[in-house]
């Protein structure tokens, strides 16, 4: 088993550059901007009859989607509540089969009602045909839970290897629900390194922040 390595929060791997904690910063933003999205896609009005809700942003010659948010439960996403969120930043090999990751994918996504605190999950096309996901629990229970599906531990354990160079998760949270994306905070950085053997993997932990203790309702705020 690999073995992981505790980073201090300012802590830098000059052999590793994807783990700059100026990379933090970032990649809060780009969780941050694809939470508001979600927010977005809340307030359609022509979403279908039944959850899950799967909507796709294509791009502007419509040769493929860059941005595509499954909502599995809207109205508990609406409420003023603290949520947990993950967050994954993958950099992918030259040689990696896309199809094969297309098709766990597939498989992840129609797992989706078979978690019940798992109420939306974001993709986001990158640069060099690379893609964050976000996706957003209603607690951390519900959040570790998802680790229990088969078809996310095969992607694991099996994909992860073999399709990415480096990989980097988040996990924190959204302490006053989606409507306040601009207050998304990471508490945790994982990372790893697949291009030696065994794999390199290290965490940080992040500056907390703490709790906002908001009264639960629902809608956008002004």
Request: glycine share 4%.
């Amino acid at each position: 088993m690999a073995r992981l390595l505790q980073l201090q929060p300012h802590e830098m791997v000059k052999e590793r550059p994807f783990t700059r904690p100026d990379h933090v910063l970032t990649d809060q933003r780009t969780l941050s901007y694809m939470a508001g999205q979600v927010c977005v896609l809340l307030e359609y009005p022509y979403l279908s009859a039944q959850p899950p809700h799967i909507v796709l942003f294509n791009r502007p010659d419509n040769s493929d989607w860059f941005h595509r948010i499954v909502i599995a439960q809207p109205e508990p996403l609406r409420q003023i509540r603290p949520l947990t969120i993950v967050g994954f930043f993958g950099h992918k090999r030259d040689e990696a089969d896309i199809a094969l990751a297309h098709e766990f994918d597939r498989i992840l996504v129609a797992e989706i009602p078979d978690h019940p605190g798992l109420m939306s999950y974001s993709t986001m096309a990158l640069n060099g045909d690379n893609y964050a996901n976000l996706v957003i629990f209603a607690d951390d229970e519900a959040r570790d839970h998802w680790r229990t599906s088969q078809a996310h531990a095969q992607a694991v354990q099996q994909l992860a290897p073999h399709y990415y160079l480096t990989v980097c998760i988040f996990h924190g949270r959204l302490p006053a629900g989606i409507y306040h994306h601009h207050h998304l905070h990471l508490t945790r950085a994982k990372y790893y390194d697949y291009q030696c053997e065994p794999r390199w993997q290290a965490e940080r932990e992040l500056d907390t922040l703490p709790e906002v203790d908001t009264p639960q309702r629902a809608g956008p705020q002004p």
